[in-house]
């Protein structure tokens, strides 16, 4: 398991879907990127042109299901990115706004009238209208669907009727003519339309189609077919998939003939774009430095919309109640977890075994977003054992028998359990650095089970509140709205350090009501929860995850940012080509 997919493997169900890409996993569910342009980007040299085929590479397997509805993972993730898109696009700095699809907004903050672009045509040459996202709703709303996008369309008035087969439709839809649509919503939320499931099905494409049949289909398995700039031509399932340019694109041509999308091993990386194999690919950390000797290849770096975090476990969750219960004193004192903060050499670990690719975090809201507190505004928590060392002291932490390790307050001997996950070549010396920066401090942190864990074994432990976990190690993928709901509440079970507060629960609400509307009202409401969670500590943020992309320099036009590398590819063209 490569780093880079670490990434990608939890992501909290309305903040964003369960991202399980870490071994072959998945991507967000609703990945609206490709029309914003992005400030990273390859240099152009010359006037673009016409022709010539790429190869775009990828690590593991891909499962087959080219539909957005269903897919899983950022294996399948990728293609898609090529064939379809979204009806709305999502800026760099994570604002949803129109795309194929603009809308108004009642008053009341529940009707949305949608319109769509005339002349957008499917590539099996039918017009894209307002029915065929109609249908995609219905898909994801029926009772047999078994994807994970239910949440993209609960809001719909009707659609839990709908969901649970009282209801024959979604009282809540309603077309007004191919191009418009209209939209009722249960309740009024500021992040309706980042919520709200943007990719339409091709309805006379699945006619006669059973929903429960539709994973397995022919229309998504081996002839899929979408709105975006290449067309499928050749599935080898777990392979390749051939792709070709479609002329009738509602932007224009692309200049590319076409792509393949072929799967390699990661440990020949560098070989692959030495021998002009692959033109381009996210790479793994661990290829970074070979991959950088190479003239021929750009290495594109981007923010990646995660976050790497080190949980305190406060509680346990109460399956019977669904809401945490915080019944686990061991970390009740506050100034036990800042002194873990100071005492960490976070930057150090990055940079000696991230190869520096990675960005300080200090809340869990990405730094490419609007609601991003300025970090002269919050404690930034710079490596700094005396810090430590003094706020352990004032906490009452102290070695009372001279054996270089602290007891707690009562006098009694202090052991800290840490878990976390194995992966890449640099996981143990990484853990042990951390080990090595609290002991230094006079804290007894220890491997759980004397080492790390395999991934699911992980995760299984942490959700089910092993009593043996205490300290663990994780990464949350996020969406491009700051919502913390599904992660940060009281009744998420995703809530993995079982943490809360009544002001923690307050801000999340005022977050998305109605005051909320108003832009500022927002931001100030996310900068005081962003200051809440500094000054808690419910959990030390390592870093946000950088994501490299190589790309062979004859590949020009490639623009990438935090929510993908594949933006625009009807942009991109082959130097030289004729």
């Known amino acids: 398991m490569n780093n880079r997919y670490i990434a990608r ?29 992005s400030s990273l980007a390859a240099g152009n040299e010359g006037e673009p042109r016409a022709g010539g085929t790429v190869t775009y590479g990828f690590p593991s397997p891909f499962k087959g299901l080219f ?133 339409p099905m091709n309805k006379r494409y699945f006619a006669g189609v059973a929903v429960k049949d539709m994973p397995n289909c022919g229309q998504v398995r081996k002839a899929p077919i979408g709105i975006g700039p290449f067309q499928v031509t050749n599935i080898q399932p777990g392979e390749f998939v051939e792709m070709t340019r479609f002329d009738n694109y509602y932007k224009g041509k692309p200049l590319l003939d076409g792509v393949l999308y072929k799967v390699f091993d990661d440990k020949m990386i560098t070989s692959l774009f030495e021998q002009g194999v692959i033109d381009m690919e996210q790479a793994p950390r661990d290829a970074y430095e ?175 509140d092993d009593r043996s976990v205490e300290l663990f190690n994780g990464v949350w993928g996020l969406s491009n709205d700051p919502d913390p709901t599904g992660l940060w509440r009281e009744n998420d079970l995703w809530n993995y350090p079982r943490w809360s507060s009544k002001e923690n629960e307050q801000l999340i609400r005022d977050g998305i009501s109605l005051k909320a509307y108003d832009r500022d009202y927002r931001k100030q409401v996310y900068y005081d929860w962003q200051k809440l969670i500094n000054d808690e500590v419910p959990m030390i943020f390592i870093a946000e995850r950088v994501t490299i992309t190589a790309v062979n320099k004859r590949l020009q036009g490639v623009k990438i940012n935090a929510i993908s590398p594949i933006i625009d590819p009807y942009k991109w063209w082959i130097k030289g080509s004729e």
């Open 9 to 37: 493997i939890l992501a909290p169900l309305l903040f964003v879907m369960m991202l399980l890409t870490a071994c072959g996993g998945a991507g967000a569910p609703d990945n609206r990127s490709g029309n914003e342009p």
């Open 67 to 199: 539909e957005p509805a269903f897919y899983e993972g950022e294996d399948d993730l990728r293609v898609l990115e090529f064939i379809t898109e979204p009806l709305f696009t999502v800026k760099d700095d994570l604002t949803t706004v129109p795309g194929i699809a603009s809308w108004q907004e009642s008053a009341d903050h529940k009707t949305f009238t949608f319109k769509i672009k005339h002349g957008v045509h499917w590539q099996n040459g039918d017009e894209l209208t307002v029915e065929d996202w109609k249908f995609a709703l219905e898909v994801i709303a029926d009772p047999d669907y078994t994807g994970p996008r239910y949440y993209s369309v609960e809001m719909i008035e009707g659609a839990d009727a709908y969901h649970t087969g009282k209801a024959k439709q979604i009282s809540g839809i309603r077309v007004i003519d191919p191009y418009t649509l209209e939209l009722r919503v249960t309740a009024a939320r500021v992040n309706t339309i980042d919520n709200l499931w943007a990719y």
């Open 290 to 464: 070979s991959l950088n000797k190479l003239d021929h290849i750009t290495l594109m770096k981007s923010p990646d919309l995660s976050y790497e975090y080190i949980g305190f476990k406060f509680g346990h969750w109460d399956d019977k109640a669904q809401k945490i219960v915080m019944d686990n004193p061991k970390f009740s004192d506050k100034r036990l977890r800042q002194a873990m903060y100071y005492a960490l050499d976070r930057q150090g670990i990055i940079d000696g075994f991230s190869y520096g690719l990675g960005k300080l975090a200090e809340t869990p809201i990405s730094s490419e977003s609007w609601a991003k507190i300025p970090e002269d505004q919050i404690n930034r928590y710079p490596y700094d054992p005396g810090k430590a060392n003094e706020q352990l002291d004032e906490a009452g932490y102290k070695d009372l028998d001279g054996d270089g390790l602290r007891e707690d307050p009562k006098g009694s001997k202090l052991v800290i359990h840490f878990d976390g996950m194995v992966g890449g070549t640099n996981d143990e010396p990484r853990t042990e650095a951390m080990l090595q920066n609290w002991r230094a401090v006079g804290l007894d942190v220890r491997l759980n089970g004397g080492a790390l864990k395999e991934m699911n074994t992980f995760y299984t432990m942490v959700e089910e």
